[in-house]
């Protein structure tokens, strides 16, 4: 038989398994009350409107919306995302400094391979979405971590680590964060945390990898800027995501940034699967131009926002006072965290014997803290499961207290 | 401004700004009559079966078909994928050998993140479809061209190339190869050819890359077994494409390897871009169970027969007996070779000029040859377009040798 482990690349040979993934397999268990994953919920999809929209197209466009396309994606989809970009948020950008992925992290992907090399350092949350990081690492880069508090990187901890690594000689090439509702804290950077991330950025010659696949989920409270809108450099790689505000399985997401950086990443796309689906990408032009995502983003709000106020009040009723947790304003997440001698592995393994499932938060921190931390999900469990999930996890953390 | 060039990874500063790019903007200008693009005929594209089957699937289904999917693909894809591989071509693998990517481009790009590292050698031919060896580079790999004839990689130049490389002390990694009416070329590697490949791919302990996306597409002759039906040790990465005989535009394909292989790559996929389309592969599902592509390849096979049927019977009335050129038995191309005075891109330079579009066949060979050829693709170009282009062509020539 053939010996792989002389041919495999050393980036395979270093990968460590993943034990979320095993977790995760157990998660799936049916009858399983699941916090855990942080899909969105199927009652929003838009099942009727993308049903008509494909109709439509098909019945007089199949030669373009069923054949490839180009591999920045299409131009009238990136038009409107242009403009959308200027009305919802201030971003002025050419459609020539858009490109169309094939999700997010695809993006953050590409952002990688153009600008990580082995070493490289990238500036991350301590807790910070592992997708992200994790993107990192698949380029053999170097994820530093910066402790996020309420309010999300603490952007002065920030300033004094990069003193030290750039004291050290090491070669720092940026900062990844999520900066609204972050997954997994759900705390959102103010103003003045993002003015200053730019200005250290600035005086380090930082990229920023700005993902926010949540930011339209706001419930409460004032849009903040993106760090796009504020940055006047182009350092700035704006990730968003269609997951969570249309349809997941499509797998649509876009990405702005200065106009040189989203041609390279193009390149980087040609190699790594040529161009996004295009029909996919037709429907959501439609879906835009019809009308239905600011709809629909107004419905899904609403509905969010009900479930994430009904944990709330589940929380407070059920979880003892020894544990604190997080409101998020927005998105999807709630962080929980336990004693510090209480571990939330070991009551994770008792509350997937109670057919309870949440994720633990120690895989979100890349020092390998956050022992005693948990996400807990909202978004696609029902009521039912919230209730009878959180009940029995306020149960099992006062068993362990006692 | 930002300082992007201290920022960009090595391999991005390395790449070369791509010829072929240029030459393409310019082919796809109005009123060309082009031989260029290899893509697929829209007139052979299933509009109505894909909307009736999305209609049906979001009446009843839109919880899943528009939801997330696993990195692997669809369950049931892959067994009904499984089925087939078995049935259409003897190979014998169980749906965890399988894994959808989204296009087989990423398939190519998720094998060479798992065995490509920096200086390892990939043996190609010469010419090779440059999308393949353009992902080896990707990688810093390098490419290590064996001359092509007419049936195909010459296996005893391979030899010879393996055993001096291999004196060289070069870390060999595989072979790279498309084995049934190769882009460029349209050659098929015979049995014999298939077996001796395996031979040495097992004497110097390689992977066979083998990218098969037109092996239905057979007007002719009869259908050979693929490399992974012949392979006893697992060291074929077996690539299959549904742009040909299904969409393009829905970007699907799969891979089929060694089971750890293809574990592997889905842990890369993972963070690549986390998870294919779901509607599409819900789509092609029920597009296979309802019995529409086995009657679609008929149908396409039978539509593409007669467009090479007509090409090579004007290149026949038209080019002079100086050029010359091979009959594929299936798949999309013709490649022309010009006396070796002549230069194809001086040609197409003319061409464009006349309004007529090909490929130059240099940008094939990985060592810089091929001046003296090119490609022409009758898969996507009317009939009209067919005999005015080839026309034009053959008077352009003349011109030349004249």
């Known amino acids: 038989m053939i010996d792989l482990n ?4 050393e980036r395979v040979r270093g990968a460590q398994p993943s034990a979320i993934r095993e977790i995760c ?18 009652a929003i999809f838009p099942n009727r409107e993308v049903s ?3 109709s439509d197209l098909l019945a007089t466009q199949g030669d373009k ?7 920045e994606g299409l131009f009238e989809l990136r038009s409107e995302l242009s403009r959308l970009a200027g009305e919802w948020d201030g971003i002025d950008c050419s459609p020539d400094q858009i490109m169309i992925t094939h999700g997010s992290a695809q993006g953050m992907d590409l952002a ?13 949350g301590l807790p910070t979405y592992f997708g992200g990081s994790s993107t990192v690492s698949s380029y053999n880069g170097v ?3 910066v402790p996020v508090n309420e309010k999300g990187l603490d952007v002065e901890l920030l300033a004094a680590r990069l003193r030290a690594l750039s004291d050290e000689g090491k070669s720092i090439k940026g900062i990844y964060l999520v900066p609204n509702f972050q997954n997994p804290t759900g705390t959102t950077l103010p103003l003045e945390r993002r003015e200053r991330l730019l200005e250290l950025a600035e005086q380090y010659n930082l990229i920023i990898f700005e993902d926010d696949p949540y930011g339209e989920l706001r419930f409460e409270g004032t849009k903040l800027p993106p760090l796009m809108a504020l940055d006047t450099s182009g350092r700035v790689i704006h ?12 797998r649509l997401a876009w990405v702005a940034g200065h106009a040189d950086v989203v041609r390279k990443m193009t390149v980087a796309k040609q190699f790594a699967d040529v161009a996004t689906n295009t029909l996919s990408q037709y429907v959501l032009l439609e879906f835009i131009q019809r009308g239905f995502l600011e709809q629909g983003i107004a419905r899904i709000k609403k509905h969010y926002h009900l479930k994430r106020d009904f944990i709330l009040q589940k929380l407070e009723e059920r ?3 020894e544990v604190t947790w997080n409101h998020p304003a927005g998105g999807f997440f709630i962080f929980v965290t336990l004693p510090q001698d209480l571990n939330a592995m070991d009551l994770l393994t008792e509350a997937l014997d109670h057919n309870v499932a949440f994720v633990a938060g120690a895989p979100f921190f890349v020092d390998g803290s956050g022992q005693n931390t948990l996400r807990l999900s909202y978004s696609q469990a029902s009521k039912e499961d919230i209730e009878i999930a959180v009940a029995s996890l306020g149960q099992l953390i006062k068993e362990q207290l006692a």
């Not at 002389?6 to 690349?9: A, E, I, P, T, V």
């Not at 998660?27 to 855990?36: E, F, T, Y």
């Open 143 to 145: 994820n530093a971590g």
């Open 239 to 250: 990730m968003r995501s269609f997951s969570k505000i249309f349809s997941p399985g499509m």
């Open 6 to 9: 002389r041919l495999y690349s």
């Open 52 to 54: 008509q929209i494909v």
């Open 65 to 71: 919306v069923l054949q490839y396309g180009t591999t």
């Open 319 to 321: 979880f003892p006072k």
């Open 25 to 42: 397999k157990l998660i799936d268990a049916p009858n399983m009350r699941s916090l855990a994953g942080g899909w969105p919920d199927p």
């Open 112 to 124: 990688c391979r153009v600008f990580i090399d082995p070493g490289d350092v990238v500036m991350v």
